[in-house]
């Protein structure tokens, strides 16, 4: 038998409903079928609006979650014990310090590299 390291399941989500548009008629307006959710840990998400079922849009929207580049590396963090949610959320905010992002502006159809103290 093989040992659980951790699971996720769709208690762990945001799960969010909403109305789609499109053929269908009348039924389409007055039902929530559209599903997306969001595993707000890894910061990924996933959408669906293609059955008139919220159950089966469901499912569609947590699969698709679960594909994401994101909730993968999120998995083999956790499951590598390579970093702790506190340690990604640190390292991610680390990369987004403003050394560390380049702003550019179209000049005459070029991109040019500017100082962001100068655009201040």
């Given at each position: 038998?093989?040992?659980k390291?951790?699971?996720?399941?769709?208690?762990?989500c945001?799960?969010?409903?909403?109305?789609?548009?499109?053929n269908?008629?009348q039924?389409v307006?007055?039902t929530?079928?559209?599903?997306?959710?969001?595993?707000?840990?890894?910061?990924?998400?996933?959408?669906?609006?293609?059955?008139?079922?919220q159950?089966?849009?469901?499912?569609?929207?947590?699969?698709?979650?679960?594909?994401?580049?994101?909730?993968?590396?999120?998995?083999?963090?956790?499951?590598?014990?390579?970093m702790?949610?506190?340690?990604?959320?640190?390292?991610?905010?680390?990369?987004?310090s403003?050394?560390?992002?380049?702003?550019?502006?179209?000049?005459?159809?070029?991109?040019?590299?500017v100082?962001p103290?100068?655009?201040?």
């Amino acid at each position: 038998m093989r040992e659980k390291i951790f699971s996720v399941s769709i208690h762990d989500c945001e799960v969010q409903t909403f109305r789609v548009g499109g053929n269908g008629g009348q039924k389409v307006n007055k039902t929530s079928s559209g599903v997306r959710v969001i595993h707000h840990p890894s910061n990924s998400k996933g959408e669906s609006r293609e059955s008139r079922s919220q159950l089966q849009n469901k499912r569609a929207a947590f699969l698709q979650m679960t594909e994401t580049p994101s909730f993968k590396y999120w998995i083999h963090a956790v499951t590598n014990g390579l970093m702790t949610q506190a340690e990604i959320e640190a390292a991610v905010e680390a990369s987004m310090s403003e050394e560390n992002l380049l702003t550019e502006v179209k000049v005459k159809g070029e991109w040019v590299t500017v100082d962001p103290d100068s655009l201040a």
